[in-house]
């Protein structure tokens, strides 16, 4: 009986030392400090003044887009699908086709990925340190369901649509019939068309048939590639200029909303031993230059930008990498961090004791996705939040974690918008 005693003793004294750990669903009460919670059926409403300026689907500025090389996984990398086309004479004797064709496509796609994966150290402004980083953005070669032996590769043998004329009066780059008659999944894939110059170009002394590019009408249409007989990597830099004119992109000597890029004439087409071009030259991807392959933070941030906006055109292009959840894409907050840039996520948050996460624009969560409130850790959402499914799922909903009087944390500064959550925040007790 002694034995026993001393056993109910030591158990109660267990139970006082190890508060209750709890999990469950966040409910209004769980708001701090409580703030009305808006439903799905207040979003429509026009006069909220939460939706000025919301309707754009932008928020923040370039600067909020820029990935943080310290966090990259709170960038999910975006892939851009794409399909090449080789545009050829009936006489296939005027580009690369078949098998070579397909080579030359695999290696071009390569190599611009390779500068987009870990980008250049940029060469001007020679006085500063520029940042080197990466653009958490990737082509991604994209097969027709219907063509699936082709991989994405398609070879047109068209006498009248087959050329390509940068200058002149005869020019026709922003012609967009070869768009028209062999794009192929253009509400969804960026079509690029790999064309020669003309032939009655290529023998006028004044035509500079090299390589070219032009991004027109939501497709892109490039020159010179079979006639110069360059390797495939010698063009990668115009691949990349003509994707950046697609997300918004100016050349960097225009007024192009870049603080970081080189202005003026460029002088230089390369880099040389001797002045100016040992010091003046650039590798900007959005400069005219033999490499074509740095980009600055602020280009990142507005491509970035644009990626996130639900309201820009080209987002199409984008894979929908953010509607099925992927649990290795989960982020984990152990600091204080700010997102004030809009996201489309890939997996859960989990919000450790010693993380607080501040949300003040459009973040996007998976299907099943929830985020995870662990006691102590915060979860502050401002007056321009919102949490929704940028596909047509629900994700699950916000979890909080408790321990003894601790536990995870809400807090609404004005009223975020919480939409297509399969567990709404409730206004019931415990269950
Ligand atoms: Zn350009």
């Given at each position: 009986m002694r034995k026993y005693l001393f056993f109910l003793l030591f158990l109660s004294i267990f139970q006082a030392c190890t508060p209750q750990t709890y999990r469950r669903y966040a409910e209004v009460k769980d708001v701090h400090p409580t703030s009305p919670v808006r439903t799905n059926?207040?979003?429509?409403?026009?006069?909220?003044?939460?939706?000025?300026?919301?309707?754009?689907?932008?928020?923040?500025?370039?600067?909020?887009?820029?990935?943080?090389?310290?966090?990259?996984?709170?960038?999910?990398?975006?892939?851009?699908?794409?399909?090449?086309?080789?545009?050829?004479?009936?006489?296939?004797?005027?580009?690369?086709?078949?098998?070579?064709?397909?080579?030359?496509?695999?290696g071009w796609l390569s190599s611009a990925n390779n500068d987009l994966k870990d980008n250049n150290p940029s060469w001007l402004p020679s006085d500063r340190k520029m940042p080197t980083i990466p653009t958490r953005y990737k082509l991604n070669l994209t097969s027709h369901p219907d063509y699936?032996?082709?991989?994405?590769?398609?070879?047109?043998?068209?006498?009248?649509?087959?050329?390509?004329?940068?200058?002149?009066?005869?020019?026709?780059?922003?012609?967009?019939?070869?768009?028209?008659?062999?794009?192929?999944?253009?509400?969804?894939?960026?079509?690029?068309?790999?064309?020669?110059?003309?032939?009655?170009?290529i023998t006028s002394p004044t035509y500079n048939a090299t390589g070219v590019g032009v991004a027109i009408g939501g497709g892109i249409k490039v020159a010179g590639f079979y006639e110069t007989g360059q390797p495939a990597w010698a063009f990668r830099g115009i691949l990349n200029h003509e994707i950046g004119h697609i997300f918004s992109l100016a050349h960097s000597w225009l007024n192009d909303g870049c603080p970081d890029t080189p202005k003026g004439k460029n002088p230089c087409w390369n880099r040389t031993k001797t002045a100016p071009c040992d010091t003046a030259a650039t590798n900007n991807v959005m400069e005219y230059n033999a490499l074509q392959n740095a980009w600055t933070p602020c280009q990142i941030g507005r491509v970035q930008m644009r990626m996130a906006n639900e309201q820009y055109p080209y987002r199409k292009f984008l894979a929908r990498t953010w509607c099925e959840i992927n649990p290795k894409r989960t982020i984990t907050i152990a600091d204080s961090i700010?997102?004030?840039?809009?996201?489309?996520?890939?997996?859960?948050?989990?919000i450790q004791p010693t993380g607080v996460l501040r949300i003040n624009c459009r973040v996007s969560l998976p299907s099943k996705a929830n985020i995870i409130i662990q006691p102590g850790g915060q979860l502050i959402l401002g007056?321009?939040?919102?949490?929704?499914?940028?596909?047509?799922?629900?994700?699950?909903?916000?979890?909080?974690?408790?321990?003894?009087?601790?536990?995870g944390q809400i807090i609404m500064e004005g009223k975020p918008l919480i939409e297509d959550i399969k567990h709404p925040l409730s206004d019931t007790q415990n269950q």
């Open positions: 059926s207040e979003t429509n409403n026009s006069q909220s003044p939460v939706l000025v300026g919301f309707g754009s689907s932008t928020c923040g500025t370039w600067a909020d887009y820029v990935p943080d090389t310290n966090y990259l996984d709170h960038f999910p990398i975006r892939e851009i699908r794409v399909n090449i086309h080789f545009m050829n004479t009936s006489d296939s004797a005027s580009n690369y086709y078949g098998n070579e064709a397909q080579r030359f496509a695999m699936p032996e082709h991989k994405g590769i398609y070879d047109h043998f068209d006498d009248a649509l087959f050329y390509y004329i940068h200058r002149g009066k005869n020019r026709n780059l922003y012609d967009q019939r070869v768009f028209e008659k062999y794009g192929l999944q253009q509400d969804s894939v960026l079509n690029i068309f790999i064309m020669p110059h003309h032939p009655d170009s700010s997102w004030l840039g809009a996201k489309d996520l890939e997996g859960h948050i989990i007056p321009n939040a919102k949490l929704h499914n940028a596909c047509t799922g629900e994700w699950d909903g916000i979890i909080i974690e408790g321990q003894g009087k601790v536990a």
